[in-house]
């Protein structure tokens, strides 16, 4: 009961639903509650999994998907307060395709048997239209990814992704090598060194073996525009 | 009235919800409905207008996206007895991202005013499940327009085409300019004319100013796997 406590005191400002569930049914979702710990790099949700719905309470992880080849395209990433429907694909018929999902920093999340909150959901229509609302928003999230890979150069998709790491680390420079900034803009390692040699080139990066330093970044914004 | 009994017969076919919506709702959404002949090469929707919920009776209408210079991605098609939701942005407030319609051929359609769906929508729980799971599983239908364009090489890409196209109008010989392939793949016109090249030299395809005529459906069914 010490644990339903815990969650109930979370669940009750994320849900919207939370207020109208009788007290049963509020005791079954949080009876079906793990709270896990992943590790930076843990392999949190692979593809076809009922995993269960996630939900982050610190940290940061990456939903991304996956070719046969190995190549990777990340979709976006989940934060504090954020909620994973697409890791349960037993809950949501109607999503077909596979995700991937990681955890990018220490995480800790609330996690939701995925067989128990399809249960729920199918005896109260509040909670299915929650769940569905949740994995539509991300759909335009992933429809403004597919316009960034389809429709944008890549001096401006490099741009933007230089931009926001730095605003999501706080740090001028970034520690990621070629490769791996490939891998998350669903780019070859080539394209990527080729485009950072250019923006080296215009002084608006530094790269070294210390990783890429931001030296202009009102150009840098610029170029994202 | 006689236009109410027109979409009623077909709505009850369509609409899981029809049975339990009391008449004055039914008769709302009908009073509410237009039907519609878009002739071939009509544009139907532009972007972030609501131009209503689209019921297809007949016909084929093509979604996709559009770059500011004009580039395209084909996202899905629908045919007779489908529905779109993305065409009805002010119904579904998590849609934020904008897609073009276009009559592909001649098509008989049903639309419902976007602001009198949203209005039922709110009122019935029902209502919005169903528009909500209309719109996911184009999710599902968009990651695999993503997958197939980011992780499967061109020659499996126009395989997969060709064979679409071959069933879909079932004659041998697909009319379309190298450019119009080009732009419903999302892929540059060159690319599209190199690999029809290789097809043909593998006989598989012949290439002249009547279109591109298959030769050999095995192997172009081969090179879809």
Redesign the interface.
Known sequence: MKNNAMFESVYKEIFPFWENLNAEDRNFICQNSLALTYPKGTHIHDGNECSGVIFVKSGCLRVY?L???G?E?TLYRLYSGDMCMLSASCV?Q????DVFIDAEENSECYVISGPAFANISERN??I??FA??T??????D???V??Q???MSMDKRLAVFLSDEISRTGSDTITLTHEQIARYM?SAREVVSRTLKYFASEGIVEVSRKGIKILDKKRLRELTL
Chains 1, 2 share one sequence.
């Open positions: 998907i070719s046969d080849t190549k395209v949501l109607s999503i077909t395709f229509k509040d299915k239209i569905l609302e994995a539509v928003s991300r759909f335009s992933v429809m403004w597919m316009q890979i389809l429709f669903g």
